[in-house]
T-cell receptor
Framework: GQNIDQPTEMTATEGAIVQINCTYQTSGFNGLFWYQQHAGEAPTFLSYNVLDGLEEKGRFSSFLSRSKGYSYLLLKELQMKDSASYLCAVPSGGYQKVTFGTGTKLQVIP | ETGVTQSPTHLIKTRGQQVTLRCSSQSGHNTVSWYQQALGQGPQFIFQYYREEENGRGNFPPRFSGLQFPNYSSELNVNALELDDSALYLC???????????FGSGTRLTVV
């Protein structure tokens, strides 16, 4: 089965950089997703990593180490609108099931 | 290109009743997955439909059932509602399953 761990809450200052970590255990690796979810809204897709290394997409970057079962999401130049929950997720079984972590609630303060 | 739409937005039901939630997938998507998200938790996988067939199921009892129609829209049915079924129900559609879902805005179900 799948097991995903990520911190419950984080606080960071506007304009700063924050790193949200995720560790996972999965039987058979088929990539790792990051989603952003604002309160009361649906999750929105941020990134998908299947190979080791860092992938950059604007202010957001995602890193994967398959050997360590570890990923992080890096948010640069934080803005107030980045306050949201960030969900780490791994698919399995030919992508039939995507297992989500409980999410990291990020609060950006002035 | 339309996104994923879910109806209704909010719903209040009484314990023991039955409910049907609906989802229209994004244009070009043939796979629909349903998730239950309790407050403060991550989404929990209920099941997935691909070309009108169930294509994987999570740890939910048989009173959670679904359908997918030829136009790839989908329904989630829950019988014998329990208080713990109160949650946000999310529908997500995809075509290339390796590159993430597009989620609908969800149906907030409250069971009293």
């Amino acid at each position: 089965g799948q097991n995903i761990d990520q911190p419950t809450e984080m606080t960071a200052t506007e304009g700063a950089i924050v790193q949200i970590n995720c560790t996972y255990q999965t039987s058979g690796f088929n990539g790792l997703f990051w989603y952003q979810q604002h309160a009361g809204e649906a999750p929105t897709f941020l990134s998908y990593n299947v190979l080791d290394g860092l992938e950059e997409k604007g202010r957001f970057s995602s890193f994967l180490s398959r050997s360590k079962g570890y990923s992080y999401l890096l948010l640069k130049e934080l803005q107030m609108k980045d306050s949201a929950s960030y969900l780490c997720a791994v698919p399995s079984g030919g992508y039939q099931k995507v297992t989500f972590g409980t999410g990291t609630k990020l609060q950006v303060i002035p | 290109e339309t996104g994923v739409t879910q109806s209704p937005t909010h719903l209040i039901k009484t314990r023991g009743q039955q409910v049907t939630l609906r989802c229209s997938s994004q244009s070009g998507h043939n796979t629909v997955s349903w998730y239950q998200q309790a407050l403060g938790q991550g989404p929990q996988f209920i099941f997935q439909y691909y070309r009108e067939e169930e294509n994987g199921r999570g740890n939910f009892p048989p009173r959670f059932s679904g359908l997918q129609f030829p136009n790839y829209s989908s329904e989630l049915n829950v019988n014998a509602l329990e208080l713990d079924d109160s949650a946000l129900y999310l529908c997500a559609s995809s075509s290339d399953q390796a590159y993430g879902y597009t989620f609908g805005s969800g149906t907030r179900l409250t069971v009293v």
